[in-house]
Structure formats: C-alpha cells, structure tokens
C-alpha cells in the first residue's frame, strides 16, 4: 500500500497541516485504517476507496479514532489525486455525507482544492458544558468575545466555537487535557474552535484536539467550514461572504484557510487551500 505524506494550507512543507493519504484503500479493514494512521502519526490519515468514475467512499482515522470528517486530510487528498490524474472535480462519500471537491493548478504549479461541505447547522452550548470547557482552557467568561457568543457548530463533525476578546488570550493556550479530552468524549465534539477576530473578514484560529490524541491542529478544514456556518447562522457576517482563517502560527506551522459563505442557508461552506508534498 502506498502511503502519501502531504502538508494542507500551505506551500510551503514546514508549514500547515501534515495528513497521510492513501489512494486506493480497497479490501483494506477498519483495523489495518487505524494502525496505518497510528505509524503514520499525523492527526489524520485518509483513505479513498474507489466507487466510480472520480468518486470515491472516504475514511478518516486520527492515531486513537476514526472521525466522520476531516477538512485537512480532504484538501491534501484532493492535491494528491490532482497531482496523479489531473485536476477536475471529485465527489466524496464521507461519514457525514457527500462531499464535492475541486482542485486547480496555478501556474506557479501550486495544487489549489476546494471543499464544499454538508449543509452547517449549530446548536446551543450548555451553561455546565460552558463551565467546564472554560474550565479545562484555563479561561474565564471575561476573556470571551461577546459578538461572538459561544455556540456548538457541525458541518460534518461538531466543533464548540469559543471566541478570545484578544489575540493574548487566543496565543496563551496552556490547557487541562485529561479534562478536555473527557468532556469531549462525552459531548462527541472534534476539535474545540478557539478563535479571535482581527477584522469583519480575517480571523485566527487554534484547534485543541485530544480526541485525535494531538494537542492542538495547526490547521482544521472541519472547523473552518463549521465555524463559516456559525457567523452566517448567527449573522456575523454579510452573506455571501469570504474569510480567511489562520492557524497554526501559534504552533510554528503556519496555515491559511480561505472560506466561502454562500448566501443560502442550505448550502454548504466551501473550504480552500493549497497542498505539497512532504518528503
């Protein structure tokens, strides 16, 4: 079996998100998926699973756990697969739901995808939830940016959106995994969406994942298309809409996400960015 090592939302390898790709995934269980993404060690490892012409059935593991969706793993999957076929379109049976993805090439030879997500939808976040997420980052309810209020947000895994009122607070991340990871096991929540606003369009981001056994993902498609849903739910922004989210900057891996947010509140969030290969 081939194994692909790609780094989405950057070109350059020493910054974004690494992802193990595997291509052609076929008779392989959902035990071999796991150990694989286990040697592998990044937070995810995709596996396609040819279905037809251009469309595959898609499988996410971290190292600990499968997840219904992965943005970072579905962007450097899309790259790889352009670099060996050609760009074009690709329609992705996930966990979640169908996923259509589009890459390009520029002419610099940079790989561009983009993913348009199931349709968004957020929900409240329990006042003793609140507590006890606030309470695990270390966080208190001042350090919060009211015009964001704290939501739970899903556009094909569930993600609580946590606004910091200052860039300070969103760089001093220093928090209780043990606590973080059981509250999320028990919530069934991804990754935790930290985020500060810099403008009405460009934001920072940072994604605690103990779930995946990682401490924190430099850069997290699944969150961005969620957190896009979030501010057009909420109307935080004039739709449509394009933002652009940072993240992994904090961590030395800086990456950059660029979102799309249709008018329609039906439609899913698209996700774009570039991926390259890692040696």
Not at 159 to 165: D, E, K, Q, R
Request: with cysteine; proline share 8%; hydrophobic share 45%.
């Amino acid at each position: 079996m081939e194994i692909l090592r790609y780094a989405a939302f950057s070109t350059d390898p020493s910054g974004g998100n690494p992802a193990g790709v595997v291509l052609d995934a076929s008779g392989v269980d959902d035990a071999d998926m796991l150990r694989i993404a286990a040697e592998v060690g990044y937070s995810e490892t995709a596996f396609l699973i040819p279905a037809g012409d251009a469309e595959f059935d898609v499988r996410y593991f971290s190292p600990l756990a499968e997840v219904p969706f992965c943005g970072h793993a579905t962007i450097a999957t899309a790259a790889a697969y352009a670099q060996r076929h050609g760009a074009g379109r690709m329609r992705l049976h996930t966990r979640a739901g169908q996923v259509e993805v589009t890459t390009a090439v520029t002419p610099d030879g940079t790989t561009t995808a983009t993913l348009t997500s199931v349709a968004p939808r957020t929900e409240p976040i329990g006042d003793a939830d609140l507590t006890e997420l606030l309470a695990a980052l270390g966080w208190r309810t001042a350090d919060l940016d009211p015009a964001l209020p704290p939501r739970v947000a899903y556009a094909g895994a569930w993600h609580p959106v946590i606004a910091a009122a200052t860039r300070a607070r969103l760089a001093d991340l220093d928090y209780d995994l043990p606590a973080l990871a059981a509250l999320m096991a028990r919530r069934d929540w991804t990754t935790v969406d930290l985020v500060w606003r810099e403008s009405p369009d460009v934001f920072h981001a940072r994604n605690p994942f103990p779930p995946g056994g990682v401490v924190e993902d430099p850069a997290t498609g699944a969150a961005a298309a969620a957190f896009g849903g979030y501010l057009r739910e909420r109307g935080l922004v004039t739709v449509p809409a394009l933002i652009t989210v940072h993240q992994g900057v904090d961590l030395g891996r800086p990456s950059v996400l660029t979102v799309g947010i249709p008018a329609d509140p039906h439609t899913g969030i698209a996700v774009t960015g570039t991926a390259v290969p890692l040696a």
